[in-house]
């Protein structure tokens, strides 16, 4: 099991970069797949990028392809979400997830997929 943190959400501008960072608890971190999604008022939670295990593997929402970049530091239990060039739409809760995995390559975009979540971080972008 493990027990996930999510941080680095704010208040910026448009054009602005923010990173959010996911601490996950445990010694086993490296194997489980992560992803982030996001959830504006009145919407359903979406996808916006996933992790493999190792890290060799992206994948990325055709909305955020460009802007936003995953990365994880196993040695630091940690996965990140650099965003930039940020924009109104962007604004949402952002949530991490994991899934523990036996598969070495991307898990998936469905919520479903994924069994544990931080308890997110609002991201407002301001015009």
């Known amino acids: 099991q493990v027990q996930l943190v999510d941080s680095g959400g704010g208040l910026v501008q448009v054009g602005d970069s923010l990173r959010l960072s996911c601490a996950a608890s445990?010694?086993?971190?490296?194997?489980?797949?992560m992803a982030w999604f996001r959830q504006a008022p009145g919407k359903e939670r979406e996808f916006i990028a996933a992790i493999s295990r190792s890290g060799g593997s992206t994948d990325y929402a055709d909305s955020v392809k460009g802007r936003f970049t995953i990365s994880r530091d196993n040695a630091k239990n940690t996965v990140y979400l650099q965003m930039n060039s940020l924009k109104p739409e962007d604004t949402a809760v952002y949530y991490c997830?994991?899934?523990?995995?036996?598969?070495?390559?991307?898990?998936?975009?469905?919520?479903?997929?994924?069994?544990?979540w931080g308890q997110g971080t609002q991201v407002t972008v301001s015009s």
């Open positions: 997830a994991a899934v523990f995995s036996t598969f070495y390559g991307l898990v998936g975009r469905k919520v479903s997929q994924y069994d544990y």
């Open positions: 445990g010694r086993t971190f490296s194997t489980y797949a």
